[in-house]
């Protein structure tokens, strides 16, 4: 795989077809950047939310569960939203820049938040600002790759993501480890590369449209001012209507409701081992390390053997990470297991699910079509996230983790033959391949 410098896919007849299938945009590398940087804001704080809600706050798991399920699912209340906006006025960037502001605000708003009420406050607005910028952000992705390496280019965006939630938590471990009890520098940290992430998109990502531009590019001086003047073509509800992404949205959901928060597996592994509370944000860094050594193998797989495959051997795998968190087995190496089962998931998944959505909606119809498998998602995972935080409170921890490996046990293969049943005719002639 190499970079190329180029801000649009070329064409891809003749002899550059092959030449231009490992080639990643430069606008896919920018906008890796810009989530990098605000990775790095966003996963600091989360690495040490399940702490200082349980600990420093003093709340309870019922509690932290309602808080992480809105972290999860939150976003869910305007992932459509953005990317119906991004679509119908072919403004994918301002949209994207508009999420990135509210949630660099609510950085801010971390600073001075105390309290239940007031800590809810904060992180709804947050992820109401990655549910505007998150499908936008994809489109554009989308929009500058080649069809058949959509996979790599997501793979090469959560790459550089990774990196970022990699950095969060070991920058906020450090800042721990130097001044016990040190949240707010966390939160004042966390501020400062929200913005440094909100200004390289504004001034580096130029705005994709999503609309297809080859056959303008074609077209003679004469055509190309006639169709100028011509309407874009605009988004229509019908465009969603291919029985390839219901089926993908109904998987999307089964899984979500079995996908419980990050934050609950490490408090079962930190109660298990009763390490110190400073450490607690390695198991993010650990998590995103394997994501990033993953995350792009994952894609390049999932373009070549199938990404439907890929994203329930995914599952199999978070499986795997429920199945080492049940286990009454301490010390390091069931810890360290299950974080890099973790990060193997969310390689196998997260990007994944973009690629797939993008496949099975037309280009004027992409952000949309990413947002609603996004919003399902967000949606389940919230559901989850709640459901878990009371199994934990009414059946203790192991009881919990067992009844979530069972549930996702069961829902694997049902899952499977959905996503596997024959492909609906795709939208582009490089989509069969990935099937």
Known sequence: MYISLRNTPGPTTGRNRGRNR??????????????LLTDVASESVSAILPI?????????????????????????????GGGWVADRQQQPKWVAFFGYGISAVARGGLLIATGFGALTAVVTLDRIGKGVRTAPRDAMIAAASEEASLGRSFGVHRMLDTVGAALGPLLAFVILFVIPHGYTAVFAVSLAFALAGLAVLGLMVPDMRSAPRAAAARTTAASTAQESTAAAPRFRWRQLNDPALRRLLIAAGL??????????IYLVLQSRDAFA?????????GTNITFLAFAVPAGR?????????MF??????????YVVAALPATGPVPTVACLLLLGAF?????????ALAAQHTPP?????????????????RLVASTGFGLLWFMLGRETAMVIAAGALALVLPAVAALLWAPPHAPHDDAAGAAE
């Open 277 to 285: 509370t400073e450490w607690f944000p390695l198991l993010y860094v």
């Open 52 to 80: 200082y809600i349980t600990a420093a706050i003093g709340l309870s798991t019922v509690a932290y569960g309602f808080i992480d399920g809105l972290y999860q699912g939150v976003s869910a209340l305007v992932r459509i």
């Open 312 to 321: 329930v051997i995914g599952h199999l795998v978070l499986l795997g990470a």
């Open 22 to 35: 490992g080639r990643v945009s430069s606008i896919v590398i920018t906008l890796g950047i810009v989530s």
């Open 346 to 354: 969310y390689a196998s998944t997260d990007g994944i699910l973009a």
């Open 255 to 264: 899984f979500g409701l079995l996908t419980i928060g990050d934050g609950f």
């Open 301 to 309: 797989i999932a373009d070549r053997f199938g990404r439907a495959r």
């Open 364 to 380: 004027t119809a992409r952000a949309t079509g990413i947002a609603a498998a996004q919003t399902v998602v967000a949606l389940t």
